[in-house]
């Protein structure tokens, strides 16, 4: 994987958070992390791993729709 490039770890990064490959995905995320989705907002690294180990126990699939980069806009 080459960490330059946002995309390709954002796109790792999903890949094993959706096959549940929790050692791997987790590294990938920085500590400083703040996530706002419609649902909820996520403070840092820590409650944001919480709760996508708590979503991924209650799903058994997750498709990714679309994925853009700064250049595909």
């Given at each position: 994987?080459?960490?330059?490039?946002?995309?390709?770890?954002?796109?790792?990064?999903?890949?094993?958070?959706?096959s549940?490959?929790?050692?791997?995905?987790?590294?990938?995320l920085?500590?400083?992390?703040?996530?706002?989705?419609?649902?909820?907002?996520?403070?840092?690294?820590?409650?944001?791993?919480?709760?996508?180990?708590?979503?991924?126990?209650?799903?058994s699939?997750?498709?990714?729709?679309?994925?853009?980069?700064?250049?595909?806009?």
């Amino acid at each position: 994987m080459n960490r330059s490039d946002p995309a390709e770890v954002v796109r790792t990064f999903f890949d094993a958070w959706t096959s549940k490959d929790f050692a791997a995905a987790w590294p990938l995320l920085d500590d400083s992390i703040v996530v706002e989705s419609p649902l909820a907002k996520y403070e840092d690294s820590a409650t944001f791993k919480s709760a996508l180990t708590g979503l991924a126990s209650q799903v058994s699939v997750v498709k990714l729709l679309a994925a853009l980069r700064e250049r595909d806009e």
